[in-house]
Nanobody, 119 residues
Framework: QVQLVESGGGLVQPGGSLRLSCAAS????????AGWYRQTPGKQRELVAV???????YYPDFVKGRFTISRDNAKNAVFLEMNSLKPEDTAVYYC?????????????WGQGTQVTVSS
């Protein structure tokens, strides 16, 4: 069992920045693919960024150039740097982790952290 705890959400103005952090309880976090997802009421949870065990990231088009995912395996943590935030980025952001070869849907999830982009 792996526990994931997110932090760093909050209220920010359009164009601003936030850095989300996710701390994992597992000492073998380096073996997990880690990602960030977000969800708004009435919509499905969507991928924001994911980083594999080699540190290679993947981003969907709507965040490319604005968001950066990184991981620190020594600290069992994954981060999401969000820049040029837009009101449509408002959502609850969730950290996810699953073992290589697995499926994110069957992985571990954090409790979520609210990000609100508004003037």
């Amino acid at each position: 069992q792996v526990q994931l705890v997110e932090s760093g959400g909050g209220l920010v103005q359009p164009g601003g920045s936030l850095r989300l952090s996710c701390a994992a309880s597992s000492s073998i976090f380096s073996r997990y693919v880690a990602g960030w997802y977000r969800q708004t009421p009435g919509k499905q949870r969507e991928l924001v960024a994911v980083v594999d065990t080699d540190g290679d990231p993947y981003y969907p088009d709507f965040v490319k150039g604005r968001f950066t995912i990184s991981r620190d395996n020594a600290k069992n943590a994954v981060f999401l740097e969000m820049n040029s935030l837009k009101p449509e980025d408002t959502a609850v952001y969730y950290c996810n982790a699953y073992l290589v070869g697995g499926d994110y849907r069957r992985g571990y999830w954090g409790q979520g952290t609210q990000v609100t982009v508004s003037s």
